[in-house]
């Protein structure tokens, strides 16, 4: 089967657990899972549930503390290279039949990763990976890049009349 992209992007709820659900969904087949997760250190439902699944791996690219996009420090830069690196490797080695890059979209426009540097990576995949990219404010570019785009928009959220984030439902 020839693998092809997906971009969840907007500002609303569930651009990341879909990406979790399409992982759900190929391990459940046999198929190898490998998310990558860019900006993100805070221990959340889904990466600890995904660990007791023996086809999905996760690996972090991110601190505990929350990104500054207009002064990222330098680990925050180094880091988001590094995960890019991890990605490239996995998906051009044709092991995972799917590479979920969660939140690569924000870590694009936090400056921390280049746009051109991503598209080249996903192009360079295995022709049987297929990959999901994830995060608001994708640039245009990936909307050209990605076979499926969805936009998923914000009607309402609790946190707009004070409700904090929630464990098991925002984390
Ligand atoms: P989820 O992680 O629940 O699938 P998401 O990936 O679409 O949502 P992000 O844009 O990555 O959400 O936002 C990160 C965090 O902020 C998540 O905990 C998410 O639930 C929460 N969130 C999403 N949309 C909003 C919103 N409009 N207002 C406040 N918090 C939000
Ligand atoms: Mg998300």
Known sequence: MVGLVHLYTGNGKGKTSAAFGLALRMAGHGGKVLIVQFLKGMPTGEVIAAKKIPEIEVMRFGSKEFVN???PRPEDLEMARK?????????SSGEYRLVVLDEINVAVSFN???ENDVIAAVKERHPSTEVVLTGRYA??????????????KEIKHPFSRGVPAREGIEF
């Open 139 to 152: 640039p245009k570019s990936f909307y050209d890049l990605a076979d499926y785009v969805t936009e998923f």
């Open 83 to 91: 995960g890019l690196y991890a990605a490239k490797g996995a998906m």
């Open 112 to 114: 921390l990763l280049s």
């Open 69 to 71: 996009p207009k002064k």
